[in-house]
């Protein structure tokens, strides 16, 4: 028998890879550098440019190796973490749960197409972590779902900025562009949602998926021309608790779609894997 390679510890400590260098893989990327993180180096990063990602990670104490496909990351690393474009999805996580490692995955909206990879990640002992992300309560969302969850209901807003082009918009014909007023521009699940807003509403995929599933989660989304925070209201209604809690995200300057939150949330997953304390499920 070939010998077994030996599973990440937090002990032996960890590599990670990081597929997509954009706002929440930069971001991720500059928080791991030089063993910031107890346990855990950056070993590889996916881009679609290697010059302009090797001049941009040369300021890094320890820069990672660059690469330009995703199937190349396994053998280089124990934990991916996934935050591209959602179509790239299975092609990075896949490899990693077929040999029984970590997928940390941000574009969860596409989990729903490839419902698979957890099949996957079951067979071969490797496991796909939705982080909280830009949302936030998922540990509570998770606790009330080992009860009865009666109902779960999400209302997103949204800056005009942060909803303009996506898909759903432009195939109803729906403009948002000029409007002086909150207009709801969606009501309905997150599975539709995830189809129709792609790069919008991972947070309500990853709700429906702590809470009752991407079919019975209610979901609008609200377009409102004054606001400047991505806003998500979350109402959990349960045999053990009723719950609300809203959270008002400041968008990065660099993609207004995706909240500053996003990267801490990946950087406290990750500090968490070799945490002495752990707080929060
Ligand atoms: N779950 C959550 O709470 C949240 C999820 N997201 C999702 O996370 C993902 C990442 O978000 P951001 O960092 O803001 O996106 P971004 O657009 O800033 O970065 C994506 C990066 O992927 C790169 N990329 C595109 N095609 C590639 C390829 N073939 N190979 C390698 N790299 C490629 C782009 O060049 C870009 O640098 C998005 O899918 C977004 O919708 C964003 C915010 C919150
Ligand atoms: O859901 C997303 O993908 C991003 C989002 O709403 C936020 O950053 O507030």
């Known amino acids: 028998m070939p010998p077994q390679e030996e599973s990440w510890s ?18 991720v990327a500059r928080a791991l550098d030089g063993g910031a993180i107890p346990g855990l180096s950056l070993s590889a990063v996916a881009v679609r440019d290697a010059d302009k990602a090797r001049a941009e990670l040369a300021a890094l104490a320890a820069p990672p190796e660059v690469v330009t496909a995703f199937d190349v990351l396994e053998p280089r690393a124990d934990i991916v973490l996934e935050c591209a474009p959602s179509q790239h999805l299975p092609a990075i996580v896949r490899p990693f749960v077929t040999a029984g490692k970590t997928a940390v995955v941000l574009s969860c909206g596409a989990l729903l197409d490839h419902e698979d990879l957890v099949e996957t990640a079951r067979a071969h002992g490797g496991q796909i972590v939705v982080p909280t992300g830009a949302l936030l309560g998922l540990d509570a969302v998770t606790a009330a779902a080992e009860g009865t969850i009666h109902t779960v209901r999400m209302i997103t807003r949204k800056p005009v900025r942060g909803l303009v082009g996506a898909p759903y918009l432009v195939e109803n014909g729906i403009e948002i562009a000029g409007i002086t007023e909150p207009m709801r521009v969606f009501a309905g699940s997150p599975r539709e949602a995830a189809r129709g807003f792609p790069a919008n509403l991972n947070v309500a995929v990853a709700l429906s998926l702590a809470g009752i599933g991407p079919d019975r989660t209610e979901l609008e989304i609200w377009a409102d021309p004054v606001l400047d925070r991505n806003t998500h209201r979350i109402e959990v209604d349960a045999d053990a608790a009723r719950f609300a809690m809203t959270i008002e995200n400041v968008p990065t300057d660099e993609n207004p779609r995706t909240g500053r939150i996003t990267a801490l949330s990946v950087i406290a997953y990750l500090r968490k894997l070799a945490a002495p304390l752990r707080v929060g499920t």
């Open 10 to 27: 937090p002990v032996r400590g960890g590599r990670v890879a990081i597929a997509g260098l954009g706002t929440v893989g930069r971001a």
